[in-house]
């Protein structure tokens, strides 16, 4: 990783600001002297944080002042647009207050791979807010990897393929493995799921109480704003093959290949091969730059021009997030 001093670093007022750079990715490092008034702080930078996210890079706001968490959603909204409930699940997230969550509930000893949220959903986040209310002992990282850069590392025949037909998610909601219809969906009424999905291009199959879904999005996507071609989907997440072997192993043996709670495919139903996985998932790491947080940190990224995980952490962690769709949304 290098570290340097761009143009950006002018568009922030009493602020030391510093950005770290790996493989195209870039983060800007933000200390803010807000003086006790955090919200003036935003409020006078809420244009330069802005165009830092569109210049590609995740913004961390250290030390940000915020105290309640209320407040996530308040300065989400106002520098990001309007916040979003987290609709069409993929993960379990539990609701903080109003339009504030926590980030996804995973097992503190693994990893969740990089992603652009909800890529796999017609209704996916512009922007994405993330406040540390409580940083890990250690790891714990969200890391960070550009879409843009990630699409020009990827070899050109693989990105095509993808382009031309797109992505298939398969997914198989039931309680007890993965999340239940009634979690994904956050309503307890089938026939809300089955006017929901057909206005979004899901498919569905029931059988009693287990619901079968599937549904192609494209590859990439371009930014409504910059113009720019970026790698937005979550097949390298989805698919089986991303799961360790043992437990990929006994979830096929339990639930058949059309049981699977969620893959990915080509979008004709094609199999992504384990070295086309290998090599999505190597660009990633190749390009993910991952910076330790503290409590009172804040992360800001353009959902459409930037992936995010997590990596694995020691000690409590607390991390919520709001997700906001900018309104003037073509
Ligand atoms: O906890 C985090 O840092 C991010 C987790 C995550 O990937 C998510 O909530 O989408």
């Not at 919200?39 to 210049?55: D, I, V």
């Not at 699409?151 to 999340?179: H, I, N």
């Not at 930014?223 to 437990?247: R, S």
Request: net charge negative; charged share 25%.
């Amino acid at each position: 990783m290098t570290t340097s001093q761009l143009d950006l670093t002018v568009a922030f007022t009493d602020a030391d600001t510093e950005i770290l750079e790996r493989a195209g990715t870039r983060l800007v490092s933000v200390r803010p002297h807000h003086g006790g008034d955090h919200r003036a702080w935003f409020t006078a930078n809420t244009g330069a944080l802005r165009s830092a996210m569109y210049q590609h890079a995740a913004v961390m706001v250290r030390g940000s002042g915020l105290r309640e968490q209320a407040e996530l959603a308040e300065l989400a909204e106002e520098i990001g647009g309007k916040t979003l409930d987290y609709n069409e699940r993929s993960t379990p997230r539990s609701k903080v207050v109003g339009k504030v969550y926590t980030s996804t509930e995973y097992p503190a000893d693994q990893s969740i791979p990089q992603h652009n949220e909800s890529a796999y959903s017609e209704n996916w986040p512009h922007n994405l807010f993330f406040f540390c209310a409580q940083a890990s002992l250690t790891g714990g990282e969200t890391p960070v990897a550009d879409s843009a850069a990630v699409l020009a590392g990827l070899p050109a025949d693989l990105v095509s393929r993808f382009e031309d037909k797109g992505v298939l998610y398969t997914r198989t909601y039931r309680t007890g493995m993965g999340l239940s219809w009634q979690e994904g969906f956050q309503t307890e009424d089938k026939a809300y799921v089955d006017g929901y999905c057909a206005d979004h291009g899901i498919e569905t199959a029931w059988d009693g109480d287990v619901l079968r879904t599937r549904q192609k999005r494209p590859a990439t996507i371009v930014h409504p704003v910059t113009g720019q071609k970026t790698w937005y989907n979550q097949a390298h997440l989805f698919n089986v093959l991303a799961l360790p072997e043992a437990v990929r192993e006994g979830l096929l043996e339990i639930c058949g290949e059309d049981g699977l709670p969620r893959n990915a495919y080509y979008g004709d139903g094609t199999p992504i091969t384990e070295d086309e996985m290998s090599t999505i998932q190597g660009v990633y790491a190749e390009r993910t730059l991952a910076e330790p947080w503290a409590t009172g940190d804040l992360l800001m990224i353009d959902n459409l021009l930037t992936s995010h995980g997590r990596r694995p952490f020691t000690g409590d962690r607390k991390v919520l997030v709001s997700m906001t769709q900018r309104t003037d949304r073509p």
